[in-house]
């Protein structure tokens, strides 16, 4: 049996095994509002065998929202749809993160009332978004060039990361994940590129750094240390953002994530988008930075996550799109059985088709054989 079968705990939570659901947008909440509702629910009731589901990203603020029919988990509505699946999801056995989302630029003025997204700077940049096209299905557009956040408007942000993490909290969640991955918010900040201020969240690596540590110090203190995790993806290009200090801040980061004891560490490798694989240099000086619970995730397949786990770089693995099209996984590769493959065209918006369908593997009947 490999090591992904055995129990581990993440701060306040212990699960039973390290096979985990990755988040995965999947823009079907309710509309108007961006309510959680029962379609999620049952999508995310099938998957509670997960050593911990992590939910797709719940943007903290309308200012945070970048694609069609996401879910928020900033108003009472938001949290009263989430607490029916948060409790549906421990009745099942499972537990549940919720995944702390702010796009930053990676949205479009359809969403803000003709106003443009916020980013660390207002640099023009090459990406696109899913907006409600005429026929009400999700189409895809330019993203605009975005607004500098002002100095003076960070406090009221950090205020929205805090005030998500309470609802989170009164949702059921057992956790929350901030998202500081694939070119949104955070990375922003992060990315010399995308990042051109001249104020303290500006310059050096370590002003650089300054607005995603903000964002955890605030989150931690509206629940504690213990609660918090953190998804970053320090090498890769992703949304139309190239990080070319992913290395030196991804570990001046898990050096400061380990500092502040934080629950996990989730790491989102860049070759689920068609990037490079991460070498072990790499890997086991982010394990020596951050010595707590780490997450693995990127296209992983069970040799893989084995690999790393037994080798001591991870501690759990994510799974993204073999949980989509799988909703018993865990059960699939503790029994090596036949996994249903993922339908691209079913990944955003829609009902049930392509969601709640996928088939758990029916183990065929033992068949009482009558010897002669
Ligand atoms: C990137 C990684 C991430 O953290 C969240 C998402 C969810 C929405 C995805 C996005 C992804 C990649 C680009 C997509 C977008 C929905 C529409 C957009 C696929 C996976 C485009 O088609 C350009």
Request: glycine fraction near 10%.
């Amino acid at each position: 049996m490999s090591s992904l079968f055995e129990p581990l705990t993440l701060g306040a939570v212990s699960v039973p095994h390290r096979i985990f659901m990755a988040p995965l947008t999947r823009m079907r909440s309710t509309q108007p509002g961006d309510v959680p509702n029962d379609l999620m629910l049952d999508y995310y009731v099938q998957r509670a065998s997960a050593g911990l589901i992590i939910s797709e990203g719940a943007q903290i603020s309308p200012e945070g929202k970048g694609y069609m029919d996401t879910p928020g988990i900033h108003s009472a509505e938001q949290v009263a749809g989430w607490r029916r699946i948060t409790d549906a999801v421990h009745a099942a056995g499972g537990r549940i993160a919720c995944q702390l989302w702010h796009v930053g630029r990676v949205s479009h003025e359809s969403f803000h009332q003709g106003e443009l997204p916020v980013s660390a700077s207002a640099l023009p940049y090459r990406n696109r978004t899913s907006v409600r096209g005429e026929d009400g299905l999700p189409t895809r557009v330019n993203c605009p060039t975005p607004r500098a956040l002002e100095t003076a408007e960070i406090p009221r942000l950090l205020e929205d990361f805090r005030d998500a993490t309470l609802r989170a909290r009164e949702a059921g969640f057992d956790l929350v994940e901030i998202h500081g991955a694939h070119g949104y918010l955070l990375h922003q900040f992060m990315s010399a590129q995308s990042n051109h201020r001249t104020d303290g969240y500006g310059g050096s690596l370590e002003n650089r750094a300054r607005l995603p540590l903000e964002v955890l110090d605030a989150v931690v203190s509206a629940w504690d240390a213990d609660h918090v995790g953190i998804r970053i993806s320090p090498l890769g290009i992703f949304n139309g953002l190239d990080d070319t200090s992913g290395r030196p801040m991804g570990l001046h980061l898990a050096a400061a994530f380990a500092e502040r004891g934080i629950a996990f560490l989730h790491l989102s490798e860049p070759d689920w988008a068609g990037g490079a694989q991460l070498d072990d240099d790499f890997r086991a000086s982010l394990r020596a930075a951050f010595p707590g619970p780490l997450i693995g995730a990127g296209n992983y397949d069970l040799a893989k996550a084995t690999r790393l786990v037994e080798a001591g770089f991870i501690d759990a693995a994510a799974f993204g799109r073999t949980f989509l099209a799988n909703p018993d996984l865990p059960h699939r590769l503790r029994s090596g059985l036949v996994l249903n493959d993922p339908d691209l065209a079913t990944f955003y918006g829609g009902g049930a088709r392509g969601y709640t369908d996928y088939p758990a593997y029916d183990a065929p009947r033992t068949r009482t054989v009558t010897k002669a």
